[in-house]
């Protein structure tokens, strides 16, 4: 019985993740709804930083200058994901002059998902490179993904840094 019990495991597993799917989906939508609701009424400005790597440098410099002259609110550690931001944002009451986040996405689309929670008032791209091929296979997919923050931020205030990209054969 023991052998069997430890031969279905692995097809308990999938069950359950088939069948908890869709209620997942309803609760995750639920916590977007209600994100998006509070980042509307949230007044001040939302900065958002993405690239491969020194997003988390970046932001903890930014926050250490800006802090100086306005109230400013950043996640706590490396959230970065959609679900991740969309939580953090639900705990916390929004009540800074500036919003710093930084996003890192899993796949094409998601910071436009994320950025339609959000908002965004001024982009940073820090960089696109090799770190996140274990995410996103290849630098022109790597580009589009990243570039989503250009095309989805309020403003023209979108920083970039020009830099010829090479892929390591």
Request: net charge positive; hydrophobic share 40%; with cysteine.
């Amino acid at each position: 019985f023991l052998i069997a019990l430890c031969l279905a495991i692995p097809y308990l597993i999938v069950l359950a993740n088939i069948l908890l799917w869709e209620p997942y989906k309803i609760v995750e939508s639920q916590k977007v709804r209600k994100s998006k609701v509070k980042m509307g009424s949230f007044k001040g400005k939302v900065l958002v930083i993405t690239g491969s790597f020194g997003k988390t440098t970046l932001r903890n410099i930014l926050v250490d200058l800006i802090k100086s002259h306005f109230k400013v609110q950043t996640v706590d550690g490396n959230i970065n994901t959609k679900i991740g931001i969309v939580e953090w944002i639900l705990k916390n009451n929004l009540n800074a002059e500036y919003l710093l986040l930084e996003v890192d996405p899993y796949i094409v689309g998601e910071i436009k998902e994320i950025l339609e929670i959000t908002g965004c008032d001024i982009g940073v791209i820090t960089n696109i490179g090799d770190k996140n091929k274990k995410r996103i296979k290849d630098l022109e997919t790597q580009t589009k993904a990243f570039y989503e923050i250009v095309q989805n931020s309020n403003s023209d205030a979108v920083i970039k840094k020009k830099k010829k990209i090479k892929e390591k054969k």
